[in-house]
């Protein structure tokens, strides 16, 4: 059956993926740092994106990002211009966190990040009961991730900004885009040709149906 896209549900979305951070891991290779900033390599993928993102002169009108230190830290050197020169708005969304439950996936408390990062909504975070907690919505299981996922495309859908970027997390854009399968990790981003590698950024079409799915469609190659 075919659907036809309301005219007001395209939208463009621009993701970008956080670059890297050091990992301390147990004898059983989880990741036991609690929400870790960038290592020097990840800032160094967030300069390059930075320039790109620039040169680019993206038409985004909004910022969204994650509420995990990597992405808030990657979105303001990234989007530094746009932020700063342009003034865009940035609003962190806790259903845009990583979906695991390992304590690097695990965000900060709110009141923290606020004084880490003073010039961004956290009002979203505030409003979420359950954040940081990984239960309800951010329960760490493909099911309840696929469902945050809907919740994600509908107020992407919703909202009256029609470009945008969205700072987020391997798992989560392959989630939007529908590559994600059941079974595979959700703590750490699958390395195949549909993920985003870190630092990497690629922009879509983001078109949602009257039945509640959406489709992508690539602007161009990731960059």
Known sequence: MAFSTRQDDKKTIYF??????????????????????????GIKQAEQARVQLRDAKLPIEIIFCSPLRRAIETMQIAFQDYIFEDHLPVKILPTLQDCGDWECNVGSPVPELEQQ?????????????????????????????????????????????????????????????????????????????????????????????????????PLEEKK
């Not at 890297?20 to 900033?37: A, F, I, N, S, W």
């Not at 945050?148 to 392959?174: D, W």
């Not at 390395?191 to 990497?200: M, V, Y």
């Open 16 to 41: 970008l993926r956080h670059g890297l951070v050091d990992h301390k891991t147990d004898e059983e290779g989880v990741h036991r740092d609690h929400d870790p900033m960038l290592n020097h390599e």
């Open 117 to 217: 990062f003073p010039r961004f909504d956290f009002s979203a975070c505030y409003e979420d009961k359950v954040y940081p907690r990984k239960e309800g919505i951010h329960k760490a299981d493909f099911e309840t991730s696929v469902k945050k996922t809907e919740q994600l495309a509908e107020y992407f859908a919703r909202i009256p900004q029609k470009s945008f970027a969205v700072v987020t997390h391997g798992v989560c854009i392959r989630l939007f885009c529908g590559f994600q399968k059941p079974g595979e990790m959700l703590n750490a981003t699958p390395k195949d040709e549909n993920s985003f590698s870190a630092g990497q950024h690629g922009g879509y079409t983001f078109h949602y149906y009257s039945d509640k799915t959406w489709r992508f469609t």
